[in-house]
């Protein structure tokens, strides 16, 4: 059957703020599901409160709210527009939660608006735990021993019922917040009261722990006849007990018997049949015994899920996009497979490649934080790799994660005591991968291992060949001495240049000199759904070592968009929104966009966004590849953040084109004490500095300029590593802990200006004009991380005075620096004088604030600028102020209980929101005014 023409305007409902458990795959999902409506003649309507996002934009969606994720938000909407249908399924357990509450006060029925994609009655029933256990139960499919509990007397009744270990699983939460494992009687009480605090329904489901068996999802769409396809199968590296945001993942599943997959499919096929009035996206997760291979049903997600981000850029296949079509009464028949553009969308993606999933953590900004895994998430962001086997595909992923690791080991960053290393295998932690292979290395037995990890032999098995691989180079000397097959095969297998170098003791350019010699060079392949069965439309591609090469380069001039790589504290999901809209600025201007981006929950790496998608690390080796094919006329790194800015010294050396800003300018900038030196040249204000190489030298600065100082590295984002001290033995240990991470850096000793404010401009340069973006006025003192601070634009307390001179020092740095594109310029008040503090070359997580705030295009315009296609003088720029917006910061301390909540230089927050308020009589404003005033008496 056709579409369902009475639908003629529908509402999204968005994620909010970034948060531990609920990252910016919903943002792919909500901007991916609102053009797809659009494309049907919809008019669309969305609600989200996180500025950062893409599905907040006017290239996204007809009508746009950001405003907070209320029922009394809702109801303003309604009351303004004509709304139809509402599609709470693209934006996570925030969007489903915020559904419910609206049923249960009659909102939806009060205005005529249907839910479409799913009925409140199956959203009751999966997220229900005792509901959805004796459906489970009624349907035939087995389940976990169980009992539900609402009250502690309740909860432990179920426990002396089942037995230890058990789990303890919240209703309604995200992330698996306040759940967890119970080993012993006596960790009960406290671990029951915090799963019920952490359930908006004081509910909890108290189960039998199947620890060690393994873990499977599907993801799946089903339509209104009831057709149901299998996009994906994904298996967890690691077994039962591990989040799967926190597990590492591969597709399809490795060790998964054709009897038990064949059985998989039937019950997920039945159970998502069986869950009512349901046309949509849908994830389904399964645990297996190891031993008799009997299924049990965990849980059911009834709306596009963290894994859907992920399934859908593993397969190529659009869940979120297809899931929006279904909603409105489309049927999978009568749909096209995007990527093909000839067959069915029902037809089930074959992947002909192995993906593999890494999550990334951020322990290091929360010093004490417990880094045991288990049911409750804890990391921050992931990243997914492509290759032609498991090895390849788990070494590329390593290679993503922007923690300096060159693959699995092989990269000066081994363990070499036994000990140390048997007991991360026993408690699994964020480096549970790196160390399993330090085991094997060390003599470990793998049935040890197995025994202490539960992880699949499988798996270990292919661990235990890189080892033989590392034992084998280092038989040899030099990159000559390596046969051609046999270097071949290493590449095969992952091995990047660096890890091969390091084995060698030679030099990774001496590597890379022999690999190219031996003509042993990237080819590119097709994501295409369809393991080549069918001819692809769609250019997303990934690297491997074969023999063909699909990647065709066009004789159109090409510009590389580097992104920004895996979300984590200090880089997020701001920098997405620049990257995708610097793709739509060079296609505007007729060049080929090309994206490197490793991400499979950004909306860059949608398989439409760009002329050309290269699914790769954002790692020398791998950009040099593809710069090698594709020639293009230069790259831009203003755009990804730290990730994409660290590579410019490289291609500066190598002579590829930057474009936009110089490195040498870049360079100026976020040298610290080069950067001071230019403040003194230019006889602009700065607080008193100097630079140590070592702990004596900096004591004898800080006593110098005087206590309070800031101790911090050069180059670094998110003020990572970066503190305030007001006594030597505070320089001391804070130099040596910077030095431990970071040996090869310089540490910058500044006076810290105490009780001073803080504000910061972003604006755009063009070698002769500068436009002021905006100017934010920070409500906490300078001292907190700016990521960390609410700020309000334009500024609120500031005199004229201060505000002209900053705008003066911002032309002089701009012009001094030579910025083509942006630059976002940090600023301390002391009495009514202004010092500078930093300026960032490139993008900052401020720009898509000011853009949605002002309702400027100000990422296009800054793109053309760079390209040179464009002086600002070409743009009507026309910013559309609205009272004031107020940034928010977001933070994920409950992941973290026990950690140092105070804030300080060193950013924590994982997201923000945007807040408008007319003036500053208004609450929301007081209220967060009065932290200045908090801070500043402390």
């Known amino acids: 059957m056709p579409k369902d023409n009475s639908i003629k305007s529908v509402l999204i409902i968005g994620s909010g703020p970034i948060v531990i458990g609920q990252a910016c795959e919903f943002d792919y999902s909500g901007s991916q599901a609102s053009r797809s409506l659009r494309e049907e003649g919809i008019e669309v309507t969305l609600i989200n ?3 950062a996002t893409i599905m907040t934009d006017p290239v996204t969606a007809d009508n746009i709210y950001l405003q907070p994720l ?19 399924t693209m934006g996570g357990q925030t969007a489903l939660n915020l559904a419910i509450e609206a049923d249960k006060q009659g909102v939806w029925e009060k205005y005529g608006v249907r839910m479409i994609g799913v009925d409140i009655a199956a959203i009751e029933l999966t997220e229900n735990r005792e509901a959805f256990r004796q459906h489970m139960i009624n349907i035939g499919l087995s389940v976990a021993p169980s009992q539900i509990a609402n009250s502690f007397l309740e909860g432990k009744e179920a426990a002396q019922k089942i037995g230890y270990p058990l789990v303890i699983r919240p209703s309604y939460t995200l992330g698996g917040t306040g759940g967890g494992f119970v080993h012993k009687e006596e960790e009960f009480d406290a671990a029951l009261r915090r799963g019920l605090a952490a359930s908006p329904t004081h509910e909890v489901l108290v189960e039998k722990a199947v620890l060690g068996w393994k873990e499977f999802e599907l993801e799946l769409l089903r339509d209104k006849n009831d057709n149901v396809v299998i996009i994906c199968t994904v298996e967890n590296f690691d077994p039962m007990g591990i989040h799967t945001g926190d597990s590492i993942t591969v597709a399809p599943a490795m060790t998964l018997s054709d009897t038990a997959y064949q059985q998989m499919r039937d ?7 069986s869950l009512g009035n349901f046309a949509g996206g849908c994830n389904i997760q399964f645990s297996q015994d190891p031993v008799t291979e009997n299924l049990i049903v ?22 979120a996009k297809i899931a929006a079509k279904l909603a409105i009464g489309y049927t999978l028949d009568e749909l096209k497979n995007q990527i093909t553009k000839t067959t069915s969308a029902f037809f089930e993606p074959t992947l002909d490649y192995v993906i593999v999933k890494m999550p990334r953590w951020n322990f290091d900004k929360f010093p004490g934080a417990d880094n045991t895994l288990g049911l409750q998430m804890k990391s921050v962001g992931e990243v997914m790799s492509i290759g032609r086997n498991f090895l390849e595909a788990l070494q590329k992923a390593c290679q993503s994660l922007e923690n300096g690791r060159k693959g699995l080991g092989a990269d000066m960053k081994e363990w ?20 399993i292979k330090d085991a094997i290395r060390l003599g470990v037995p793998l049935q040890t291992i197995q025994k202490l990890t539960h992880i699949d032999m499988w798996f270990l098995k292919q661990i235990k060949r890189l080892v033989n691989y590392d034992k084998e180079i280092m038989r040899f000397n030099v ?5 051609e097959p046999f270097f071949r095969e290493l590449k095969e297998v992952g091995y990047s240049d660096a890890q091969i170098a390091w084995l060698l003791r030679v030099k990774e350019e001496d590597v890379t000199k022999q690999r190219k010699k031996l003509k042993i060079e990237r080819t590119y392949k097709i994501v295409d759904t369809c393991a080549a069965e069918f001819e692809a439309k769609t250019p997303y591609y990934y690297s491997t070592f074969d023999s063909e090469n699909e990647s065709i380069s066009s004789d159109r001039k090409k510009v590389i968009v580097l992104g920004s790589g895996p979300n984590r504290i200090g880089q997020g999901i701001e920098f997405d929104y620049c990257c995708v809209h610097g793709l739509l600025a060079i296609k505007e201007v007729g060049y080929e966009a090309i994206m490197v981006n490793c991400n499979p929950e950004t909306v860059s790496t949608d398989f439409d966004m760009a002329d050309k998608l290269y699914f790769e690390p954002v790692f020398w080796e791998h950009l040099e590849s593809i710069i090698e094919l594709e020639k293009p006329i230069g790259v831009i790194v203003q755009l990804g953040g730290q990730t994409a800015l660290k590579l410019a010294e490289t291609l500066h050396q190598r002579g590829i084109p930057i474009i936009g800003t110089s490195f040498p300018n870049m360079d100026l900038a976020e040298d610290r004490g080069a950067f001071s030196d230019l403040l003194k040249e230019l006889d602009i204000p700065y607080p008193e500095y100097g630079v140590a190489d070592d702990v004596d030298q900096a004591i004898a600065i ?6 309070p100082v800031l101790v911090r590295p050069s180059y670094v984002l998110g003020g990572q590593n970066m503190r305030i001290v007001i006594n030597d033995q505070e320089v001391e240990r804070q130099v040596l802990t910077i030095f431990k991470h970071m040996p090869e850096n310089r540490v910058l000793i500044d006076h810290f200006l105490d009780r001073a404010k803080e504000a910061e401009i972003d604006a755009i340069f063009d070698g002769d004009d500068i436009h002021i973006m905006g100017i934010m006025e920070h409500i906490e003192p300078a001292g907190i991380h700016s990521g960390d601070s609410s700020a309000v634009l334009p500024t609120y307390s500031l005199s004229v005075e201060a505000v002209n001179t900053m705008v003066e020092y911002a032309e002089k740095l701009a012009r001094a620096l030579n910025i ?20 960032n070359p490139r993008a900052s997580r401020t720009t898509p604030f000011i853009a949605k705030a002002y309702k400027v295009p100000y990422l296009k315009i800054a793109t053309q600028v760079m390209l040179g296609t464009h002086k600002l003088k070409d743009f009507v720029i026309q910013p559309q102020p609205s009272g004031f917006a107020i940034k928010v910061p977001v933070f994920s301390f409950d992941k973290f209980p026990n950690v140092d909540k105070q804030l300080g230089p060193e950013m924590k927050s994982t997201g923000e929101e945007i807040r408008y308020i007319k003036d500053l009589t208004d609450p929301f404003f007081r209220e967060l005014d009065r932290n200045r005033s908090m801070y500043l008496t402390r």
């Open 49 to 51: 409160s996180n500025p």
């Open 70 to 88: 209320t029922v009394e938000s809702i109801i303003k909407i309604l009351e303004e527009r004509k709304i139809d249908a509402v599609l709470p």
């Open 267 to 273: 019950e997920a096929i039945q159970a998502m049949r």
């Open 298 to 319: 965990i849980e059911i997600n009834p709306r596009v899920s963290r894994s859907s981000a992920l399934a859908s850029k593993a397969t190529g296949y659009p869940i």
């Open 416 to 435: 070499v005591r036994v000990e140390d290393v048997l007991g991360r295998l026993e408690v699994a932690s964020d480096d549970r991968i790196f160390r």
């Open 479 to 483: 990159p000559s001495d390596l046969s």
């Open 702 to 707: 800080a006593n110098r300029v005087g206590y």
């Open 820 to 839: 083509r594109g942006l630059i976002n310029i940090q600023f301390a008040i002391k009495d009514n004088k202004v010092y500078v503090i930093e300026a």
